[in-house]
């Protein structure tokens, strides 16, 4: 048995002459959630329509739990496309019906699953509503029902917190991560780095069709390593950037991100801080996805 | 095979569940049993309706338009006969006229005309009739009305003034009254209607009412389910379903459940009408005429189960083309106009074709497969065409739907997913050789 649930290999797709995705390789351990990152218009919409069989790939291969693409592995995967949309005359318990039996569930078993995920995402009491009915929270959370009804061993999803409150954001978190739990694979697209940061496993990036990191979040960050301060601030610290010693410099006005050639020039940048501005915090920190993404996106483009 | 039924059964509980169709279903048979019942009642309501004046400069000509029948046969049954509406037309009109006297005593015709175009335009009377003094030798009368075009009572007062003054002729020449009673004798007719299974007894305005009829019934459900079909199949794009479906199910399975779907809820409104107007005819056969009964044989039925059958594929599959290639529903309602145009040629064909089913046009029509649903149809409910001319056309019929059917689950394949772009015709070829 593979311990691959997915695998991605020199995938290419054009687009009227532009290259969307120019040779993306990656693959995903089976229980792992694994976030592929990158900004809008990266190519991570276009991965996941290849990896779904729904546009075919110029060039490369794409191995799914264990086998070619086919209409049988359909079932075992949940899939929520970036364009979300339900039949909006259908009533709520008839789009699970509907869904389900596409999976190939029995009408039953979609009646009593379908029950206790709307009970779990609060739609109880909505069976007999249109989806038009709906708001568009519920609608969104009725869409991500569909996504997982037939308890697929894989998830694929496409951006799942565009478009939700924060609220419904924690209770999509908690369903991958109960999934997570019961042993399944999940894929999740993003742009919101700062989501991912606190649920995936394994993270793939890419800018520009282009695979920028890849590895697993505890290995992605130690690469980056413990460089970083973070400075509460209040005055003007722009001298900051140009200080010889310091690489790196993200400023968001009462808050910097400093990354240092070396760590033990932070007591040098305490001293060059003080008597300038006023300094409420001081403190070493993590990378954060972003800023790792934003500082490997611009050596590629310095280089 | 599951997943092709779970489409199936959804598209169909969508439709059976509308209300437009629960309503289409009910009001549809009504419809036709108002059509036979309502222009028997109307007539009877409307008999009293015409006056006509009357100058009769020749004398004794009123009495003889008056004493003329003035009730059909369906006065005499005193119960509804469509027969009246045919070959007793001239009877019936007659039955609503009533002819008032004018005294000509000594006024002059040219101001009595002008007097009565008066009290024509006041609609106090309907018309004037102008018998001159010497009509016996002129045979020519004068009709002064707002409708001039009314052929019924135009005929009936032409041939009761003939009759009477060829009596009277007769009678001048001393011939015995009884014998020019014989000779002035009405004439009627009754038309059959030659069929293979036995000539019937029929009526050649209710066979082609009838037709008509069906044809209209036909042609409205054609285009009401393939633009049904359009709409889904857009709906499913414009609100981004397509792609989910695409993920879950084979693009063959989704387009041809959506069709049979579809199709099974038409058929299912067309075999609830035949129940109805089944269960309508035999409850009140004693009020339908027997031509309708003539007509609506178990063979129609199932003639017009198999043309609908096959008018729907014909006809579903392009709508479906539309809905997957286009992204608006303006778009669509441009195309889809386009569209009609080929179900309303035959349509037209059909209609101008009923009284000559068996013309050459008529014939090589009917055998086009986009053709043949309504046009067959038609030359079914006039003259039987020969068995090898249906089964030709049904077998073209049927060739034309594989062929379609082949071309339109790759057409909605990547049409489905199409968004935001208005394909090209060029673009539309390379989707089919596309996988």
């Known amino acids: 048995m593979s311990e691959l649930a997915l695998s991605l290999q020199d995938l290419v797709k054009d687009f009227d002459g532009k290259r969307a995705v120019d040779g993306i390789s990656f693959s995903v351990r089976k229980g792992e959630i694994l976030g592929l990152l990158g900004p809008n218009g990266a190519g991570k919409t276009t991965t996941m329509r290849m990896v779904m069989d729904i546009i075919a790939p110029d060039a490369g291969r794409v191995e799914i739990l264990g086998e070619k693409f086919s209409e049988a592995v359909k079932d075992r995967i949940g899939y929520l496309p970036e364009e979300r949309g339900l039949y909006r005359k259908l009533k709520v318990m008839d789009t699970l019906l509907f869904f389900g039996e596409l999976k190939g569930m029995k009408a039953a078993l979609v009646r009593e699953r379908g029950r206790a995920l709307l009970q779990q995402f609060q739609l109880q009491g909505y069976e007999e509503k249109k989806v038009e009915e709906l708001s568009k929270g519920m609608a969104q959370k009725l869409q991500f029902i569909v996504t997982i009804l037939h308890d697929p061993e894989l998830l694929i999803l496409d951006e799942p917190f565009s478009g939700l409150d924060p609220l419904n954001i924690e209770l999509v978190k908690d369903i991958i991560l109960e999934r997570k739990r019961q042993g399944r694979t999940i894929i999740y697209s993003t742009h919101l780095m700062e989501y991912a940061e606190k649920t995936v496993d394994a993270l793939v990036m890419i800018d520009n069709g282009r695979k920028v990191i890849d590895g697993t979040l505890a290995a992605v960050k130690a690469e980056y390593g413990h460089k970083f301060i973070r400075v509460q601030y209040e005055g003007d610290a722009r001298f900051v950037k140009d200080l010889p010693y310091v690489r790196s410099w993200r400023d968001s006005g009462r808050e910097m991100e400093v990354e240092l050639d070396d760590l033990s020039r932070r007591e040098q940048l305490l001293r060059d801080l003080l008597g300038r501005v006023a300094v409420n915090g001081f403190a070493l920190s993590e990378p954060s996805l972003q800023n790792i993404f934003i500082r490997k996106v611009q050596k590629g483009a310095g280089a | ?435």
């Open chain 2, 1 to 435: 095979m599951k997943k092709l039924f779970a489409v199936v059964k959804k598209e169909y509980k969508v439709i059976v569940k509308k209300k437009s169709f629960i309503i289409m279903t009910v009001l549809t048979p009504v419809l036709m049993a108002g059509m036979m019942f309502v222009p028997v009642m109307l007539m009877k309501m409307g008999r009293t309706d015409k006056k006509i004046a009357v100058a009769d400069y020749a004398g004794g000509y009123t009495q003889a338009l008056s004493a003329k029948p003035q009730a059909g046969k369906a006065e005499k049954k005193g119960g509804f006969d469509m027969d009246a509406m045919d070959e007793q037309q001239g009877a019936e009109a007659a039955g609503r006229i009533s002819f008032q006297q004018v005294e000509p005593a000594g006024r002059d015709a040219a101001a009595l005309i002008k007097d009565y175009e008066q009290r024509v335009l006041k609609k106090e009377i309907d018309g004037l009739l102008l018998i001159p003094v010497d009509v016996k030798e002129t045979r020519q009368v004068s009709y002064y009305s707002t409708s001039v075009s009314d052929f019924t009572t135009i005929k009936f007062i032409e041939s009761t003034l003939r009759t009477a003054i060829s009596k009277q002729l007769l009678l001048e020449k001393r011939i015995d009254p009884a014998v020019v009673d014989e000779a002035t004798r009405e004439i009627s007719m009754e038309t059959f209607k030659v069929k293979k299974e036995g000539t019937t007894k029929s009526d050649s305005g209710m066979d082609y009412m009838m037709s008509l009829f069906m044809i209209v019934i036909l042609f409205m459900i054609l285009i009401n389910y393939g633009q049904m079909i359009m709409r889904g199949v857009l709906e499913e794009k414009t609100s981004r379903i397509s792609e989910l479906l695409i993920a879950s199910a084979r693009a063959t399975q989704i387009f041809y459940g959506k069709l049979l779907g579809i199709g099974l809820a038409g058929l299912t409104q067309v075999g609830l009408w035949i129940i109805l107007g089944a269960v309508l005819v035999s409850r009140f056969s004693g009020m339908v005429d027997s031509a309708i009964l003539s007509f609506l044989t178990p063979e129609i039925a199932v003639y017009f189960v198999i043309f609908f059958i096959l008018g729907f594929f014909v006809y579903a599959i392009p709508y479906a083309f539309i809905g997957a290639a286009v992204n608006t529903d303006q778009e669509a309602q441009q195309f889809a106009s386009v569209l009609s145009v080929l179900i309303i040629v035959p349509y037209i064909l059909g209609i101008s074709a009923i009284q000559n089913p068996n013309s050459t046009l008529t014939m090589v029509a009917s055998l086009f497969p986009l053709f043949t649903p309504i046009l067959m149809f038609m030359r079914i409910t006039t003259a039987l065409p020969p068995l090898w001319q249906i089964a030709t056309s049904i077998g073209l019929c049927v060739l034309t739907i594989w062929g379609l059917a082949w071309l339109g689950a790759k057409i909605f394949r990547v049409g489905m997913l199409m968004y935001g772009k208005k394909p090209s015709l060029g673009e539309m070829l390379r989707w089919v050789r596309y996988k």
